[in-house]
């Protein structure tokens, strides 16, 4: 490997013109120069210099490598300016693992942040759940992941991660818009007990955060269907093929067909969170992307459908609030 410091005598050499020049500015002796330059030439196997009379003159070998000794001075220039950005946090690199909603809501707005105020953080997001989301996180081919509390879950005390909540997302009931529960502004997620369901399949973060919010109203649902994509959710739910809770940030878009009302159950929703591998969250650049996961959740746990592009179904409220005779 070629020490570039040795680069540096050649491009002095050419600029003072003798070695004893060099050897004056750089406080150095000049046979100490010499033996440097010699080695040089013995690095790259080509001579660079001549002699000239009592004085030594540049090949066109040393002119050639000259040009490329520029380049290399120029590259380390950026490395130095890439490593202070870095250090500063507007340079790196990270991957984002996320579930589908989360990637709406906050790793793509973070991303169009990023892209307009830190060009120089490159972020790039997964589509994937928990828990195999912590398998990828533990062998570091994530940096980052967002998801939810729930019982498959690592617990808050787990050592291996540090974690930070980002928002409190409640469960909303979709039923079809001509059900008797869509009459009302508020449900208690009881009157929905004898109904017909629709939830996520298998034992999964959603599947899970359902039957628990059922389990807490008093009853076990009785689940027809089992769709882990919510637009797919939703469709069966104007089919008129049964009720489902619906996480609020999974709502941008309901179909024409379904209202949505909210829960008067307290605590019936999915905390969602970011963890990154511990020590981890004083890199420069997660540290960014964490802080920018922060602001975004802020924004959305402000409420997403308070923009005047929500359906009337999610903004107005329909006049009553008892739940019908014989909704339930």
Not at 53 to 68: S, Y
Not at 73 to 96: E, I
Not at 267 to 281: F, L, N, P, Q, S
């Amino acid at each position: 490997m070629v020490d570039v410091r040795k680069l540096k005598l050649l491009q002095e050499l050419h600029d003072r013109g003798t070695i004893a020049a060099v050897a004056e500015a750089l406080h150095l002796t000049p046979s100490a120069v010499s033996q440097q330059l010699t080695r040089l030439s013995r690095d790259f196997q080509a001579p660079l210099l001549i002699r000239h009379g009592r004085q030594v003159r540049l090949t066109e070998q040393a002119h050639l490598l000259l040009e490329h000794a520029a380049v290399i001075d120029s590259q380390l220039a950026q490395a130095r300016a890439d490593l202070v950005a870095h250090g500063n946090g507007y340079a790196g690199r990270a991957t984002l693992g996320a579930f589908a909603s989360a990637i709406h809501a906050l790793a793509g707005p973070v991303l169009a942040t990023l892209a307009r105020q830190r060009p120089g953080i490159r972020l790039r997001v997964e589509e994937i759940e928990s828990p195999g989301c912590f398998a990828r996180l533990d062998a570091a081919t994530l940096d980052v992941v967002v998801t939810v509390d729930h019982p498959g879950g690592p617990p808050r005390t787990d050592s291996r991660y540090h974690r930070e909540d980002l928002l409190f997302d409640p469960l909303m009931l979709a039923v079809p818009a001509g059900h008797p529960l869509a009459s009302v502004s508020e449900v208690d997620l009881a009157a929905a007990s004898g109904q017909p369901w629709i939830a996520g399949a298998g034992g999964g973060p959603c599947a899970q955060v359902v039957a628990g919010a059922c389990a807490m109203a008093g009853f076990t649902p009785d689940f027809r269907h089992r769709v882990n994509e919510w637009t797919g959710v939703m469709t069966l739910v104007a089919a008129g093929a049964g009720v489902a809770l619906v996480p609020r940030l999974a709502l941008a878009h309901p179909p024409a067909g379904v209202a949505v009302r909210p829960l008067s159950n307290p605590g019936a929703g999915r905390m969602i969170y970011a963890a990154v591998r511990a020590g981890t969250e004083r890199s420069p650049t997660l540290a960014t992307v964490l802080g920018l996961l922060r602001e975004q959740a802020v924004s959305a746990e402000r409420g997403a459908f308070r923009d005047g592009h929500a359906p009337a179904e999610l903004t107005e409220p329909p006049p009553g609030d008892s739940v019908p005779e014989g909704a339930g």
